[in-house]
């Protein structure tokens, strides 16, 4: 007997009870839904309460009145007005009468800084280039369906999570006191780093892949080198290129700091503008990297459409 | 001198399940053999043992004196060359071109650098435009193989198989994703290279009639056993209702996929 005959003689029969049935299993599932959401909310605040606690923002903190007297005030409203104090230091004196000179004078370290902006960049191009080779070979061995076998697995994986766990700044103050202080040190601090998130990025598109050509590959005489080349470059290709862009702007955001330990880039001059106390050099920077980023930004972000548009069309 | 193909009491399982269960065959060169069963009978296990993408749990498999089940390295890899296989979702890489795709068949023969390198010889591409040549797709040799229709798919995994120069030819299940005239060309296509090359075929089928039509000789296979091993005229209807019951017959001889009609109304 067919399913459907089967539904079509028996519904009739035990239809009112399969109602009933299904209205109270219905009432017992929104019921233990609600019961989950309760519990899940309140476990959620319970946990980001205790996190607010422990990171002090409930702190009480002494201040002085402008009248000379101390007083006890919560730390967030005792702060925001120093914060405020800050950014306005490090505003510019601007006049309409003379804002040619009056900007020549804001940015007056530009000569150096252009210099320092273009090293930044070629900081981040060549260290996202090393990261790729390292990222793209590593991937592959790292991918659960491709890898040779799971001691090889287990091995390249801790080597992509001791990358890029550590982070930029902490490579580049290894480098630079092995290198001494230069871009060198930032090309390498940063490529460890792009190696570690490119290859688990890469990894996951790995992971993903039809297996049938690598079959045929294989089924054919081929090596693994030979399964990896034919049957699976070809299908991440469009994501690898789609990431390795994103990858250049974060590792452009990651140059313009990572010369504040001595590593090379645009960095160094915060340091440096920090301990002169030249607050209005702090702005100028700021609004460097800033269109710098967001050059970079929307030019990669253009061309990774572009890529994945083609990767569709494929 | 070609050789034949021994399987010498051939078992493998997967946990409890027998798929091939103490298969003995002996398969002389030139032969076009056609193995039927349903699915789940232990036919694409079978094959695939054969090519060694899975390794048996009990028996061997020889080939003339090449005792194919202990194969490593480049012997295997050599191995898997000359008992070229077919898949029946072609197994083609879709995202590089048609010629690629051939050449893959080469690549037994080439260096790690220059197969990174996807470079081949010349010799090696007039190869692969003549095997598709045989197969009516030089006009389709630069698309993408993820445009063409299946049964184009699988005419270029069949010229991939021959740029291997192979000794034996493996098809599982070639045709039962295919409409009845494209599968008429593939099923003519390796019966072409059977009998011009004199390659040995093994093919998987799931229809009697494209099975009676094309092969030589007919195995049939039942819970990883072979129950049937014989020419196609000895496979009768009554045969066919002994080994898998009425049902069987009727599945086997109702199935969607068919040679055998087109043929006849070509």
């Known amino acids: ?314 | 001198m070609p050789d034949s193909l021994n399987l010498i009491n051939v078992s493998r399982h997967f946990g409890n399940t027998k798929a091939v269960d103490n298969v003995s065959l002996d398969i002389p060169p030139g032969q076009f053999v056609g193995v039927i069963g349903r699915s789940g009978a232990g036919k694409s296990t079978m094959l695939r043992l054969i090519n060694r993408l899975i390794d048996p749990t009990e028996g061997e498999i020889r080939y003339g004196d090449r005792v194919v089940t202990q194969l490593k390295g480049k012997a295997l890899r050599d191995w898997r060359r000359d008992c070229a296989m077919i898949f029946q979702q072609f197994n083609l890489v879709d995202r590089l071109d048609v010629l690629t795709n051939v050449l893959i068949g080469r690549l037994a023969e080439r260096g790690f650098v220059s197969s990174m390198l996807m470079r081949f010889t010349d010799e090696e591409r007039t190869m692969a435009i003549q095997a598709l040549d045989r197969l009516d797709l030089v006009p389709q040799t630069l698309q993408r193989a993820g445009t063409l229709s299946g049964g184009q798919q699988q005419r270029v995994a069949i010229a991939k198989a021959l740029v291997q120069q192979p000794r034996i030819m493996l098809a599982d299940e070639p045709i039962a994703s295919l409409d009845p005239a494209n599968a008429t060309l593939v099923m003519d296509g390796l019966r072409a290279i059977n009998r011009e090359d004199g390659i040995t075929v093994l093919v998987n089928l799931h229809t009697l009639d494209t099975a009676r039509a094309y092969c030589d000789r007919i195995v049939a296979m039942r819970d990883g056993r072979v129950m049937f091993d014989g020419s196609p005229c000895q496979l009768t209807n009554d045969v066919v209702r002994d080994i898998y019951g009425t049902e069987g017959l009727q599945e086997f001889n109702e199935a969607a996929t068919s040679t055998q009609k087109v043929a006849v109304m070509a």
């Not at chain 1, 299993?25 to 422990?54: E, H």
């Not at chain 1, 902006?117 to 191009?125: K, Q, R």
């Not at chain 1, 871009?183 to 290859?199: D, E, Q, R, W, Y």
């Open chain 1, 1 to 314: 007997m067919s399913a459907i005959a089967e539904m079509t003689e028996t519904v009739p029969d035990v239809g009112p009870s399969a109602f009933t049935q299904f209205e109270r299993d219905f009432a017992a599932r929104r019921r233990s839904a609600r019961i989950n959401w309760a519990l899940g909310s309140a476990l959620f605040f319970m946990l980001f309460f205790a996190s607010a606690w422990i990171g002090d923002f409930f702190k009480i903190t002494q201040v002085s009145l402008p009248d000379g007297t101390r007083a006890w005030r919560w730390i967030i409203g005792a702060g925001l007005p120093r914060l405020g104090e800050y950014v306005e230091k490090t505003l510019p004196v601007l006049r309409w009468e003379s804002l040619g000179a009056d900007f020549a004078e804001w940015f007056w370290r530009w000569k150096i800084w252009l210099k320092l902006l273009v090293e930044t960049v070629l900081i981040a191009f060549m260290a996202t280039g090393i990261g790729v080779i390292g990222g793209f070979l590593l991937s592959f061995p790292a991918s659960r369906n491709l890898t040779p076998n799971k001691w090889v697995l287990f091995i390249t994986r801790r080597l992509l999570e001791l990358a890029r766990t550590v982070p930029e700044l902490v490579w580049a103050l290894i480098f630079v006191f092995a290198f001494s202080v230069g871009p060198m040190a930032g090309v390498l601090a940063i490529a460890v780093h792009a190696t570690g998130a490119l290859g688990k990025l890469y990894s996951e598109v790995n992971e993903n892949i039809n297996m049938a050509p690598l079959e045929g590959v294989k089924a054919s005489g081929g090596t693994w080198f030979d399964q990896i080349r034919y049957g699976a470059v070809p299908q991440v290709l469009p994501n690898i290129i789609s990431y390795t862009l994103l990858r250049f702007e974060i590792n452009v955001r990651s140059s313009s700091i990572i010369g504040y330990v001595g590593a090379g880039g645009l960095g160094q001059e915060f340091r440096t503008a920090m301990s002169f106390q030249e607050y209005t050099d702090l702005s100028a920077l700021f609004i460097i990297i800033f269109l710098t980023v967001a050059v970079i930004d929307y030019g990669s972000e253009k061309l990774r459409h572009k890529m994945i548009g083609m990767g569709e069309r494929a």
